[in-house]
């Protein structure tokens, strides 16, 4: 394989037999799938209400328009350009020294996974649960049950089998068939279910602590670290799951279009997700409970909740727990189709064949989240966020400072403006890297605390 491309020389004529999205519409609903997913309906409420609420949403809504968008961007071009995922990609851009942080990356998606898994699990054991005996008396003690455990083991398992099933379908038959079918529904279920949660008493007070500002949060070093890093999480930027995608996209279309639909997509669940959470919780007085906040709280908060609803309250966790089930599974395919891409694109191998080796391995490694649940926090904090924070800076260096000439020519197919393109490389270069370089070195400071709470409590 040739090393470093030249600069302004064209992308080798992709592999013919390389799958390709069945349409535009297609691609859409799977990037959206990625990004919607466990970090907008589980973390952002529950990370907005430990860091002062809407200081939090307003730092999150200006980081990703300022910051993940244009990195958002960035990937796809990466992807598209290059027709590969992460490791070829970086490898046919940048030459064997890029070579690295593709599998860097790769190995992100794997620990990431790893943990997601597992949360995954507790959605669909809390939906089988919710659906088969009903919201269950005890809902704390039932958490504590499939939380961790055998039990957790079990959903892990379940979560990846069903990952590895639409990974299996490949791009159209699996990803894009999967996507099409139900994003729709989760927006569906999602706005009925704000709908629902808006006439609650006691709404108000939830709406009012979710989107009004402390400003003094606004600037405290945690928040800004947290809105970013959940920014990265949310958006699937920083791991080449946008690059694997976009590999598998052909045309012309307007990348910053594209870009920008799914930023769109993503923002709406996080808010609605906020819309839906802020006034249940307040409206059965959980506020307190979220704030201090377990990564359990809104497993225990809504169906407690909903048990003083009786049969209507059923059908609401039903509900709720189908839109987090869906927005897993589709998220954790994208995180699984990187490692899977990766095997296939590197080392030649069958779809098949990498699929199998890549569950196998991710399964394994989400043992240790499974059987005792600190772990997900310290995952969370090393791979979630300054693992994509990594990724997005060196994205950012990629195409801001190595090679910004071979952005700029694909993105200048499809989005006819030329100067603004400019605008983006310059955004890239001058805020971007030195902003992430900053947070990254922040977020590497934070993790002795981290490792410290995690070996300070027994589990
Ligand atoms: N964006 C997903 C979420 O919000 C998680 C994710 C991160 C998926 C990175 C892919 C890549 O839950």
């Not at 064997?96 to 990356?105: K, N, T």
């Amino acid at each position: 394989m040739a090393e470093g491309r030249p600069i302004d020389s064209t992308p080798d004529p992709t592999d013919p037999n390389r799958e390709q999205w069945g349409s535009r519409r297609g691609f859409l609903l799977a990037a959206a799938g990625s990004a919607v997913g466990l970090g907008n309906l589980w973390g952002f409420p529950y990370k907005a209400s430990s860091h002062g609420g809407a200081a939090f949403v307003v730092v999150y809504l200006l980081m990703i328009v300022l910051v993940c968008l244009p990195l958002l961007i960035a990937e796809l071009s990466i992807g598209r350009r290059t027709g590969e995922s992460p490791v070829m990609a970086l490898f046919l851009l940048g030459g064997r020294r890029w070579r690295w942080v593709g599998y860097v990356l790769v190995l992100n998606s794997m620990m990431i996974l790893a943990f997601y898994s597992v949360v995954s699990g507790w959605t669909l054991l809390s939906l089988g649960q919710n659906v088969i005996g009903g919201v269950p008396a005890d809902p704390a003690s039932f958490f504590g049950r499939i939380s961790q455990g055998p039990e957790a083991l079990l959903g892990h398992l379940l979560a990846m089998a069903l990952t590895g099933m639409v990974i299996f379908g490949g791009i159209r038959r699996g990803i894009e068939h999967l996507s099409v079918s139900v994003m729709p529904l989760l927006y569906l279920l999602l706005i009925a279910l704000a709908v629902w949660a808006s006439q609650l008493s006691g709404a108000g007070a939830g709406y009012r602590f979710y989107l009004q500002p402390d400003f003094r949060e606004l600037l405290s070093w945690s928040t800004i670290t947290a809105a970013t890093g959940h920014a990265f999480f949310s958006l699937s930027v920083g791991l080449g799951a946008m690059i694997t995608y976009a590999s598998y996209l052909r045309g012309r279309d307007n990348l910053v279009r594209l870009g920008s639909v799914v930023a769109a997509a993503d923002t709406t669940v996080a808010l609605l997700g906020g819309l839906v959470t802020f006034p249940l919780v307040a409206h059965f007085q959980l506020l307190d409970g979220l704030s201090d906040s377990t990564i359990g709280a809104l497993f225990v908060a809504i169906p407690s909740g909903m048990n003083s609803l009786g049969g209507g309250g059923r059908l609401v966790a039903v509900v709720f727990f189908l839109v987090l089930a869906i927005a897993a599974l589709t998220s954790a395919v994208s995180l699984l189709e990187v490692s899977t891409a990766g095997l296939i694109d590197r080392l030649g191998w069958s779809r098949r064949r990498a699929t199998w080796l890549a569950v196998l391995v991710i399964t394994l490694l989400g043992i240790p989240p499974a059987i005792d649940n600190r772990w997900i926090d310290v995952a969370y904090s090393l791979f979630g966020e300054a693992g994509l924070i990594f990724g997005g800076l060196m994205t950012a260096i990629l195409l801001g400072w190595s090679y910004p000439s071979l952005g700029e020519a694909e993105l200048a197919e499809g989005f006819p403006h030329p100067r603004a393109i400019r605008w983006w490389v310059l955004l890239l270069r001058w805020l971007v890297t030195p902003m992430l370089a900053l947070l990254l070195v922040q977020s590497l400071r934070q993790l002795p605390a981290v490792l410290q709470t995690f070996f300070s409590h027994s589990p």
